[in-house]
């Protein structure tokens, strides 16, 4: 097999395929996909409309936390099989977003707030005790995929912020209203990720658009973000099913 620097970077630099979609298209099935995304979960749509009881919430940012503290390693798995210097100059920047670097405390931290203002202190976040089994699973297969996938692939898998900053959006207008006792401060984590998914899904869609140009490939990219679209749908499956076996603990005390 003969290697050339366009594979080294890892991009299809030729359209050959006649029945491909063109890049406006492409994107058009890309972003088809939020009706897909958990924003539409039931879960998320109690959770939004004010229908979570306040251990239900303290339920949520408990199991969500092992997401947040596994983006940076899904991200490093990235890097370390992209061999493009530029793309990891790039790539580097969403590790430090969630990691943090100098005076910038990062997003693990800014969860870890969102933990504290609902209730859970900084030590029973971090010990993982209340993370459900679906859960681990869920982002661990996620994990796992980037580890074991080619780059492109992974970075099309991160297309799902695509749909963030609506998700954020509508937190920050209805829970202060529907969860007056969530101190304020805690919200920092979703106002920060509006304008970094922003940024990221740029980079990401440049590599995708780049990369699946065959309509195989572009076949393949709509899993792949499908793929990760039943990731975080499974998680909230999980987090709803260990809040309604509380709830009926509760009322069966």
């Given at each position: 097999m003969s290697i050339t620097l366009s594979s080294l970077a890892g991009y299809n630099t030729k359209q050959?395929?006649?029945?491909?979609?063109?890049?406006?298209?492409?994107?058009?099935?890309l972003r088809a996909k939020g009706a897909g995304y958990h924003i539409h979960h039931p879960f998320n749509v109690r959770m939004n409309s004010g229908q979570l009881s306040e251990e239900d919430i303290r339920c949520w940012v408990a199991n969500r936390f092992y997401y947040q503290i596994n983006i940076?390693?899904?991200?490093?798995?990235?890097?370390?099989?992209?061999?493009?210097?530029?793309?990891?100059?790039?790539?580097?920047?969403?590790?430090?977003?969630?990691d943090g670097f100098d005076d910038n405390e990062g997003?693990?931290?800014?969860?870890?707030r969102l933990g504290e203002a609902v209730g859970i202190s900084r030590e029973e976040l971090w010990s993982l005790k209340r993370v459900v089994p679906g859960v681990r699973f869920a982002v661990d297969a996620y994990v796992n995929f980037a580890r074991q996938a080619p780059w492109q692939e992974a970075v099309c898998s991160s297309l799902t912020e695509m749909f963030?900053?609506?998700?954020?959006?509508?937190?920050l207008a209805n829970w202060?209203?529907?969860?007056?006792?969530?101190?304020?401060?805690?919200?920092?984590?979703?106002?920060?990720?509006?304008?970094?998914?922003e940024r990221d899904v740029?980079?990401?869609?440049?590599?995708?658009?780049?990369?699946?140009?065959?309509?195989?490939?572009?076949?393949?990219?709509?899993?792949?973000?499908?793929?990760?679209?039943?990731?975080?749908?499974?998680?909230?499956?999980?987090?709803?099913?260990?809040?309604?076996?509380?709830?009926?603990?509760?009322?069966?005390a």
């Open positions: 050959t395929d006649p029945n491909a979609w063109d890049r406006t298209e492409f994107e058009q099935q940076p390693l899904k991200d490093a798995a990235v890097m370390s099989n992209c061999p493009d210097r530029e793309t990891r100059r790039r790539w580097i920047l969403r590790m430090l977003d969630h997003g693990i931290e800014a969860w870890t963030a900053p609506k998700i954020h959006k509508d937190r202060p209203g529907h969860y007056p006792w969530i101190e304020s401060d805690g919200l920092a984590y979703f106002r920060s990720r509006i304008s970094l998914a740029e980079h990401g869609l440049e590599v995708t658009l780049d990369y699946f140009t065959t309509r195989s490939q572009q076949a393949r990219a709509l899993e792949i973000l499908q793929f990760k679209l039943d990731i975080l749908w499974s998680m909230l499956d999980a987090i709803e099913k260990a809040c309604d076996l509380s709830h009926s603990e509760v009322d069966h």
